[in-house]
Structure formats: C-alpha cells, structure tokens
C-alpha cells in the first residue's frame, strides 16, 4: 500500500508563514508529479501548486509570489513553503502524488488525508 502523509498545519497569523510537508510510503517504484491542493469550507477543491520529478513548477495565480513549491526525491517527500499568508488561504491542504508502483504500469493518483491551515489574528 502507498500512503501520504501531511504535517505542519495550524494557526497561523496574517502575514505569517508555514511549511507543509508531505512524505509518501510504502510499495513505490517511482513518483511523477507531486503537489498540494486545498478546500476551503463551502468551497471545491482547488490546484495550489504542482512539482514534476524533473522540478518543474506550476503554481495557482492566487499563490503565486507567496507560495514556493519544493521535493526531495530521495525522501519521497514534497514541501509547501507559504508566506504572506491571508484570511483566504484558509483550507484543509491535501497533498497529491502521481506514483507508480511497478516499473511498467502507469501511475496512480494519491491522495494524503488533509491538514488544516487557519489563518486569523
């Protein structure tokens, strides 16, 4: 079985900053893009930034100058640095992750169990 799994949420002032960290388990031969998506309450799930194994980056026009994407292959582990954070960055963060498990075989989407970012003065 492959798990993700997310740390690093919390309360977090505005203007403030967090690091999110997502690091994946289990029967893994190797992982394609990686990245973090985040809901908000009453609202879809939205695209916050995506990372190829290559490092290449993709970010939502919402985060971008704020937000910086980042993995460490080796770990199987992708970071969300986020600063100059807002009210409206408010979510439950989920944590993606395109792996395959045999060398021959596509990938499958993944998905982490979600960690909560509140921001309030």
């Known amino acids: 079985q492959v798990q993700l799994v997310e740390s690093g949420g919390g309360l977090v002032q505005p203007g403030g900053s967090l690091r999110l960290s997502c690091a994946a388990s289990?029967?893994?031969?190797?992982?394609?893009?990686m990245g973090w998506y985040r809901q908000a309450p009453g609202k879809e799930r939205e695209l916050v930034a995506t990372?190829?194994?290559?490092?290449?980056?993709n970010y939502a026009d919402s985060v971008k100058g704020r937000f910086t994407i980042s993995r460490d292959n080796a770990k199987n582990t992708v970071y969300l640095q986020m600063s100059s954070l807002k009210f409206e960055d408010t979510a439950v963060y989920y944590c993606?992750?395109?792996?395959?498990?045999?060398?021959?075989?596509?990938?499958?989407?993944?998905w982490g169990k979600g960690t909560l970012v509140t921001v309030s003065s």
């Open positions: 289990g029967n893994i031969f190797s992982i394609n893009t």
């Open positions: 993606n992750a395109n792996i395959r498990k045999i060398w021959h075989q596509d990938g499958v989407d993944y």
């Open positions: 990372i190829t194994s290559g490092g290449r980056t």
